[in-house]
């Protein structure tokens, strides 16, 4: 039995367009944000990997945003999509 190869669609926004507008990363088990990140850096560079690391950082997962204090918790898996965005505050 061949074993089928997934991945993830993660997708920039703002200034983590710089990185293209989006990106397929093989994956064939669920990772924390942790790892997807330094998967990430990794392939796009140390710049990425502080970029996304930032407070004002946005989470996307599957059209949801993921809170930062459940990112350890939140799990990424093979067909997810997930979005990297700049947190903007207004006033």
């Known amino acids: 039995m061949e074993t089928r ?7 920039f926004f703002g200034p983590f367009r710089e ?5 397929q990363l093989d994956l064939e088990e669920p990772v924390t944000f942790e790892e ?8 796009l560079g140390p ?12 989470y996307i997962l599957n059209s949801r945003i993921v809170e930062a204090e459940k990112l350890g918790s939140t799990s990424v898996e093979p067909g997810d999509r997930v979005a990297f965005a700049l947190l903007i505050g207004g006033g």
């Open 19 to 23: 990185y293209g507008k989006n990106y």
């Open 47 to 58: 710049s990425f990997g502080e970029r996304a690391r930032r407070r004002n950082t946005t």
């Open 5 to 11: 190869k997934e991945g993830i669609t993660v997708e």
């Open 36 to 43: 997807l990140i330094s998967r990430l850096e990794t392939r």
